[in-house]
């Protein structure tokens, strides 16, 4: 987080980590046996490191996460909306009553600072 804020100039708004991680982090204990994040008897609070948000997601390596100013350096461009369509058409779906359903998105993302996002590894 430091060396974005250093380096681009700006400040980290969120971190996507491996729930496995996250979990790691959040169980983490001090020298005197409390929990960093927490007592875990209670409600958590909401999911952030440092006042940073933090967005869990099996779609992120274990071991690694990815900080980044995302709301200041990125944007993501929607042609269109979501298409859904269903269909029984497919080989013998009309036969057994089935029906196939797909959803599309068409998206881009665009990155205006690379050197705003960075990729932590060696997480336990």
């Not at 708004?13 to 991680?21: A, C, L, M, Q, S």
């Not at 999911?47 to 967005?55: K, M």
């Not at 779609?59 to 990125?74: E, K, R």
Request: charged share 15%.
């Amino acid at each position: 987080m430091a060396a974005i804020a250093t380096t681009a100039f700006v400040y980290p708004e969120g971190i996507v980590i491996n729930p496995t991680n996250w979990f790691t982090i959040q169980i983490g204990k001090d020298t005197t046996g409390r929990y960093l994040a927490g007592n875990p008897f209670q409600p958590l609070p909401a999911n952030s490191l440092w006042g940073v948000p933090v967005a869990p997601t099996p779609s992120i390596v274990a071991g690694t996460a990815l900080v980044g100013a995302f709301a200041t350096a990125s944007q993501v461009f929607r042609k269109g909306g979501i298409r859904v369509e269903a269909s029984n058409s497919h080989q013998d779906y009309f036969v057994k009553n089935l029906v196939a359903i797909r959803a599309e998105e068409r998206l881009a993302l665009c990155v205006y600072r690379p050197g705003a996002f960075g990729k932590v590894t060696g997480l336990i």
